[in-house]
């Protein structure tokens, strides 16, 4: 009884890709074999739902004993880049999965135009020489057949001829294409004789000038997968209805090969799960490709990009994004998930992960009237509360001080508990100071505040018989003048306006029957991006790596950019320290 029912509770937990896998591994389907793959198109880099696809690809073969591999979907030379190729496997690393081989479609295009020559050879597949237009007209709607293109039964000779033709060189791009011979009336839309071959003469990254006709996305990512021996082919849901037409090329292929295992058995099953889409944050990398094209954002690894590169600069780390992921979890419809469980994730993450620093934003002067000229104190700071392995850093503690301006009041209002004539407030790791009341503060001719004036209590360092003394002001951050580094602090807001920028787009794109840059450029926030360049920081926090992992103490995370000097650093804003989303 008990064990049944933590079976039970385990099945339970499990995702309906895993009990699908779990059942399938043991009715013994495909040898009791489980092979994924992960089939990115190198037209771009990686995005955030990328993630969610890796982390399963990769997540269950390695939690079932299987493998995962890398297939490049390299079937359109047009768009494809060996940047995009190298950014991949790179954010692939990062995200802490490693894949068993590397392979890419176009090893397959021999042995995909060997199947098609079989194909017409069969009278499966016929060249069609009509316009794209005339193609579409004849294909009918959901509730009216198509019709046959009056080139459906030429001659296999002829066929052959001109299939060879279209790879030649010489046939101009759209004027023919290679369909399959199905059904011009069949209920599925895509088995209304879909096109296997279109003729590009572009040269390709990995096979140069060899092709001039390319197999279509159909007629190649089932046959890849049974080529691999994947068993399981998991995608998101605008494949269901291609899931018959991969199921009969895979049938196709295993006759054109003489495979006479059984059909159910040792061969590819496409499973499909939902799309991430998430709050204020506009995927797919046709999308992403204009924002860099038209500048919009300076690169693929602009920090406010929702690509794996772009988080992995704003500071997000692969561990934060994982459990994000894992969170979320597969379901079959679509959603809409709260960018802010997102950066709730990120947030827990960096909490255990971020060495705590100090930096003032807006700093204003303060000078301790009374700390002698001259005399620099080293005081302890700890790396990081939530893990003691961290250890601690020296700070440097002297007359004059940045803090920020907002921790200043002239004329406090009641409930301010910060700096304030008469009013004393303990520097977080050092001392408690007064403000002096009847100075408190020297003014520039526009009256803006330029210095402060304060007395420090020389007792209240911590470990100091005085450091206890309970005082009713915050504990402030601030950086010593004498050793303080100027920094150049970037600070981020959603790039969209929107909620929901996917159906934005498609709602003005609708409207004002434009492009997709048009409709972007409508529906920008305006304030994604505001550059602080007078910012202090410690000197600690300015030698630190690229992309370390930091808390600026009272203000949120941030991470060392990647643009940073020695002795010119740049911060991003990973997130805040309190959540900013939440609807007002
Ligand atoms: P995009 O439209 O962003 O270019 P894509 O689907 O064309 O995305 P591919 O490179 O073809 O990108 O996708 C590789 C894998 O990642 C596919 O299996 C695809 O289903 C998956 N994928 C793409 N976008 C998402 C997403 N938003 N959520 C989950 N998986 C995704
Ligand atoms: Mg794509």
Not at 146 to 160: K, Y
Not at 273 to 280: A, D, E, H, I, Q
């Amino acid at each position: 009884m008990e064990i049944q029912n933590e079976e039970k509770v385990e099945k339970k937990s499990l995702n309906f890709i895993e009990q699908k896998i779990v059942a399938d591994l043991a009715e013994g389907k495909n040898g009791g074999r489980l092979q994924t793959r992960f089939p990115p198109e190198p037209n771009g880099y990686l995005h955030i739902g990328h993630a969610k696809a890796i982390a399963l690809d990769f997540g269950v073969a390695k939690k079932y004993g299987g493998t995962c591999n890398l297939r490049f979907d390299d079937t359109n030379p047009t768009k494809e880049e060996t940047e995009y190729i190298e950014s991949i496997e790179h954010d692939i690393k990062w995200l802490g999965y490693q894949w068993d081989n590397v392979y890419y479609a176009s090893d397959y295009f021999q042995e995909l135009w060997d199947f098609a020559v079989w194909l017409i050879k069969q009278g499966r597949a016929y060249i069609d020489e009509q316009s794209a237009e005339q193609i579409a007209v004849q294909k009918g709607t959901t509730t009216k057949a198509g019709t046959n293109s009056p080139f459906r039964d030429r001659p296999v000779e002829e066929n052959l001829r001109l299939f060879e033709f279209m790879n030649s060189g010489q046939a101009v791009p759209g004027s023919m294409v290679l369909r399959a011979k199905i059904d011009m009336a069949h209920t599925n839309m895509l088995f209304r004789d879909p096109l296997m071959y279109r003729v590009m003469n572009i040269p390709h990254l990995r096979t140069g000038d060899k092709w001039n006709a390319y197999p279509m996305y159909d007629f190649t990512h089932g046959q890849s997968d049974y080529l691999e021996g994947v068993t399981h082919s998991l995608c998101t849901l605008e494949f269901v209805e291609h899931r018959a037409l991969y199921d009969l090329f895979v049938d196709w292929m295993k006759e054109y090969k003489g495979d006479t295992t059984p059909m159910d058995d040792n061969r590819p099953r496409q499973t499909e799960f939902n799309k991430l889409n998430l709050s204020y944050i506009l995927l797919s990398k046709r999308n992403l490709l204009a924002l860099v094209n038209e500048g919009i954002v300076n690169a693929w690894d602009d920090p406010r990009m929702p690509t794996i590169s772009g988080f992995r600069r704003r500071g997000y780390s692969p561990e934060a994004i994982n459990k994000f992921i894992d969170k979320i979890g597969y379901t079959t419809y679509d959603a809409l998930n709260e960018m802010a469980l997102m950066e709730s994730a990120v947030r827990d993450d960096l909490n255990t992960r971020a060495i705590r620093v100090s930096a003032v934003l807006d700093p204003v002067k303060v000078v301790l009237t009374n700390y002698p000229e001259g005399r620099t104190e080293e005081l302890e700071a700890v790396n990081n509360p939530e893990n003691e392995a961290d250890g601690t850093h020296n700070v440097q503690f002297s007359r004059e001080i940045w803090i920020e301006r907002e921790d200043f009041q002239e004329e406090a209002e009641k409930k301010f508990m910060r700096l304030a004539p008469g009013k004393e407030v303990r520097l977080k790791n050092a001392y408690i100071i007064k403000c002096d009341e009847e100075h408190p503060c020297d003014k520039d001719a526009e009256g803006n505040i330029t210095t402060i004036y304060c007395t420090y209590d020389p007792e209240t360092r911590s470990g100091m018989p005085g450091a206890n003394r309970k005082i009713k002001g915050k504990t402030l951050h601030w950086v010593n003048c004498k050793d303080a580094v100027k920094a150049e602090v970037r600070l981020y807001g959603r790039l969209w306006k929107d909620e929901n920028p996917r159906d934005e787009m498609a709602a003005i794109r609708e409207a004002q029957q434009c492009d997709a840059v048009t409709a972007m450029k409508q529906m920008l926030n305006p304030e994604s991006l505001k550059v602080l360049t007078d910012c202090y920081v410690e000197p600690f926090a300015a030698q630190m790596p690229h992309l370390s992992y930091l808390q600026f103490q009272r203000i949120g995370y941030f991470n060392v950019d990647t643009d940073s000097k020695p002795g010119q650093p740049v911060f991003n804003k990973t997130v805040g320290l309190k959540d900013t989303w939440q609807k007002k």
